[in-house]
């Protein structure tokens, strides 16, 4: 019933405060029920007696607990306002992470109270926003996106109140997830298109690498050397390099934008001279160019999957599947 993470960085008398208060919300304290003794707290979780009292203080502040001396501590009430409150780290706030955010919130609804913090993908920020926000919630989601040295940030998080978002890796796997497979993604999408693809004589993955996630890069590359395709991976689009039979895969859609206007200025059509693949579906690729190809996530799902698992206590990695939608610039 009551579980206290010696190796988390949330003071103990809130960890032992959360416990009792989340015990009485799922009905394993009762109201007038006896709560275990502060000698038994003590020696079971190996706490300090200031620790234990500490937290018992702040619980008949409250109006949770009360007491009756020499016979111990009592629930004192079941209809107190304990609410959830969830720390949710995004890195930025894109058309996709909107997409994420409406449908985690709508399926939320009014059962939590959710505080939205962003780190603009820098590890001072993200590691301020998580040391400032440690003991304040009772779940905690982050989007670590591609940054280095995070894990631990990370691990001075509650290990069972954490959640990863969009992205993880090897030393993020005890951590439950709703994530995002990039080389399985990416491969898996190019393949559908295996047919279209061979139509062309070289593939272009242009890869900024300041907030993509290194995934597509593998799956790019174990694509191309499986079936044999010519290929050029490039930090930017150089309009030297761009002739007939190119086929450019576009994270970034910006080099979307750029690949679009050159395509007109060199009277290049575009699915038929040249190629395009752009990653994450929008409206608005449904129409541009008469329609661009995508390798897309359903983040209406992640955000919604993600909440469930917050609601019902899952403690789950799940891979968000991705597919290929063909269009006309393919």
Known sequence: MISIDNQSSVPKYKQLITAIEKAIVENKLVKNEKLPSINRICMRHQLSRDTVMLAYNELKKRGVIYAILGKGYFVKSIAFNYEQRIFLLFDELNSFKEDILNSFLETIKDKAHVDIFFHHFNREMFTKLIDDSLGNYSKYIVMPSNLEKTTETISKLPTQETYILD???????????????????????????LDRLKKYQKLFLIFPGKKEPIGMVIGFENFCKTYHFEFEINSEFDTNTFQKGNVYVLPNDRDLVQIIESAS?????????????????????????????????????????????????????????????LRNSL
């Open 167 to 193: 992205q993880t890796r090897e030393d993020l796997k005890k951590y439950p997830a709703v994530y995002q497979n990039f080389i399985k993604d990416m491969f898996s999408a190019l393949e559908k298109g």
């Open 265 to 325: 200025d060199f009277q290049f059509h575009i699915g038929k001279d040249i190629g395009l693949i752009s990653y994450n579906d929008t409206p608005l690729k449904k129409v541009v160019a008469n329609g661009i190809t995508t390798i897309s996530t359903d983040f209406s799902e992640m955000g919604q999957l993600l909440a469930q698992m917050i609601l019902t206590n899952s403690k789950e990695n799940i891979e968000n599947k991705s597919q290929l939608i």
